[in-house]
């Protein structure tokens, strides 16, 4: 579906690139960004996760073709130290690289794993009311037996941070079902400021991971530690689970794909023409069989042969029966 242009707003867009798969997964978005918006005026910033006591091994790109192709690109490499999380909390990169962007200026964060597929400056973000991906499963709190429900997980946390909860709740679902409370993936979220997003980001992260309410003792916080603070975060500064009109992201304008045998398994053949459209370009293409997923999957066509395997019209209920299917014939790769 064609997108009208939105009024004009200029934005930073940033993903993280570190050592091995992210770092080709960002040229990937890059090219993507800039196939499928030439027109996008605002800023691609690449993080990059600097050497230091939290990190057994240089985490940062290890590759000067993948430097040069993302600057080739446009984009702009921003290091930006880790205090709290590491190689102990890969995912806390997301929160911790926020004080590194430019203060004060809106910022639209995506996970390397996701391709443009429309143009994004088109997507009416209202960048004083944050929000995130709805693209998710009931991945957290697991209630157990004898512990509290979903409600009352979810509410020490918000008590915890002196926030209301009711407010947050979507009342068009039951209660005790896991939609009813507010609960993003992570995969891309948004808003005015990155240093006030990632101060309160962090603040929250922290908290519950060294201070967690006593209803949390049996709940385990990895991987997903950055997906409990999120909520919080968003609801904290106004925003919510309906501050973006549905169908832009996550929909015709950009795909979290999460690994590439998925998405030719399930994505949409505009993304697979996205995909192997701008992966296409010698001067790129040679870059990314740095990669051996993308040189297989892509270049030696074993994405076309995961994709035989299904039928896009009635692909299998579960995520997990996808992959079992995928690795039953010996082309999962990561």
């Known amino acids: 579906m064609a997108r009208k242009p939105s009024a004009s707003q200029t934005f930073n867009v940033c993903v993280v690139a570190q050592h091995g798969r992210l770092t080709y997964e960002a040229l990937l978005f890059a090219a993507s960004l800039r196939h499928c918006d030439p027109d996008f005026a605002g800023r691609l910033l690449i993080a990059e996760p600097q050497a230091g006591p939290l990190w057994p091994k240089d985490p940062g790109i290890q590759t000067q073709d993948v430097h040069a192709?993302?600057?080739?690109?446009?984009?702009?490499?921003?290091?930006?130290?880790?205090?709290?999380?590491?190689?102990?909390?890969?995912?806390?990169?997301?929160?911790?690289?926020?004080?590194?962007?430019p203060k004060g200026e809106p910022f639209v964060f995506f996970d390397t794993d996701t391709l443009i597929t429309?143009?994004?400056s088109t997507v009416p973000f209202d960048f004083d009311r944050p929000s995130a991906s709805l693209r998710r499963t009931g991945t957290w709190p697991v209630p157990q037996v004898y512990g509290p429900g979903y409600a009352g997980l979810w509410k020490s946390l918000y008590d915890k941070f002196g926030l209301d909860f009711e407010s947050s709740l979507d009342l068009s679902e039951p209660d005790e079902f896991w939609r009813?409370?507010?609960y993003f993936n992570a995969g891309f979220f948004y808003y005015s400021c990155p240093h006030k997003f990632g101060a309160l980001f962090e603040?929250?992260?922290?908290?519950?991971?060294?201070?967690?309410?006593?209803e949390?003792?049996?709940?385990?916080?990895?991987?997903?530690?950055?997906?409990?603070?999120?909520?919080?975060?968003?609801h904290a500064l106004g925003g919510g689970r309906d501050t973006l009109p549905a169908g832009y992201l996550d929909g015709d304008v950009s795909c979290h794909y999460r690994f590439l045998p998925l998405l030719y398994a399930r994505e949409s053949d505009r993304v697979i023409e996205v995909l192997e459209t701008v992966?296409?370009?010698?001067?790129i293409k040679k870059v990314l069989k740095g990669s051996n997923a993308i040189k297989r999957m892509v270049f030696q066509g074993r994405g076309a042969k995961v994709r035989a395997l299904f039928d896009q019209d009635n692909l299998p209920r579960k995520e997990q029966m996808i992959r079992n299917q995928i690795k039953k014939n010996g082309f999962w790769m990561r």
């Open 118 to 120: 429309g143009a994004l």
């Open 216 to 234: 949390l003792c049996a709940q385990s916080f990895d991987p997903w530690l950055d997906q409990i603070a999120l909520p919080l975060v968003i």
């Open 279 to 283: 992966s296409a370009p010698n001067k």
């Open 69 to 101: 192709a993302l600057q080739d690109l446009g984009a702009e490499i921003v290091p930006f130290d880790s205090k709290h999380f590491g190689a102990a909390y890969p995912y806390g990169n997301k929160i911790e690289m926020l004080k590194a962007l």
């Open 203 to 214: 603040e929250y992260a922290l908290a519950i991971r060294d201070t967690p309410p006593v």
């Open 180 to 182: 009813r409370y507010l």
